[in-house]
Nanobody, 127 residues
Framework: QVQLVESGGGLVQAGGSLRLSCAASGRTFSSYAMGWFRQAPGKEREFVAA????????YYTDSVKGRFTVSRDNAKNTVYLQMNSLKPEDTAVYYC????????????????????WGQGTQVTVSS
């Protein structure tokens, strides 16, 4: 069982930055691939970024490439999402999720493959 708690959301002007954190409980955090997803009002949940359990492999959706960076600190049981050059279209509730894939060098962009989810943190970008 893994419990995930996101933090770091808030209101920011377009062009600004935020860093989201996701703290995980449990002693097996280093065996989980971690993903970030978001859901805007009236829209379906979408993949944002993911990082393998080893931290060596990262994936991003095209709309955030070059602006967002996912990282993890296994010693602190925490995964981060650094978001720069934020745009109004980045406004959403951001969720972190945990998955145990078969490889430490893989992380899925598919939400249904993740077993554990946090409660979400709101990010609002004003124009």
């Amino acid at each position: 069982q893994v419990q995930l708690v996101e933090s770091g959301g808030g209101l920011v002007q377009a062009g600004g930055s935020l860093r989201l954190s996701c703290a995980a409980s449990g002693r097996t955090f280093s065996s989980y691939a971690m993903g970030w997803f978001r859901q805007a009002p009236g829209k379906e949940r979408e993949f944002v970024a993911a990082i393998s359990s080893s931290g060596g492999i990262t994936y991003y959706t095209d709309s955030v490439k070059g602006r967002f960076t996912v990282s993890r600190d296994n010693a602190k049981n925490t995964v981060y999402l650094q978001m720069n050059s934020l745009k109004p279209e980045d406004t959403a509730v951001y969720y972190c999720a945990a998955d145990q894939p078969g490889s430490s060098y893989y992380a899925s962009p598919r939400g249904h493959e993740y077993d554990y989810w946090g409660q979400g943190t709101q990010v609002t970008v004003s124009s």
